[in-house]
């Protein structure tokens, strides 16, 4: 994995564990936090994540080096780890964990907006269907 982390995507990694005013949080929290309902702001926010991702080429890893047992239980341990754990990790022992978490959230991100972008059209139409009902069940006979 040494040839994926080079001194700027390291410096990208360390990034994520960084306080951002804008989202009140480190990018790792926000990376690893799902949205709570699907609407159009989750979709939208999904997205935003998913272009941050493809920004730090995470969609473009080639990780398979790797068993993928490793790279689930690596991925797994930088969701459950604070930033201010993983600040306190060597490069060397932080850097992979982000990498594999990066990877991941790639893959689940995409998925995500997919699952959310169709369950907030699902919705859509059956309020749509409901209004369209009340409407034609108000209207005066011919």
Partial sequence: M???LTDERARGLDGLLVFDPKLKSSRLHWLVTGPVQASPGSVGGEVEKLKFLRGLDADTLDISALPAERRRHL???GRQFTSQA???????RRHPIL???LAQSAVDVLDS???L?????SGAESRARVVSHRHASLSPLP
């Fill in 86 to 92: 993983l600040v306190r990790r060597e490069p060397n």
């Fill in 117 to 121: 972008f169709d369950q907030t059209l």
């Fill in 2 to 4: 040494a040839h994926l």
């Fill in 113 to 115: 907006v997919v699952q």
């Fill in 99 to 101: 990498l594999m978490l």
């Fill in 75 to 77: 991925a797994q341990i």
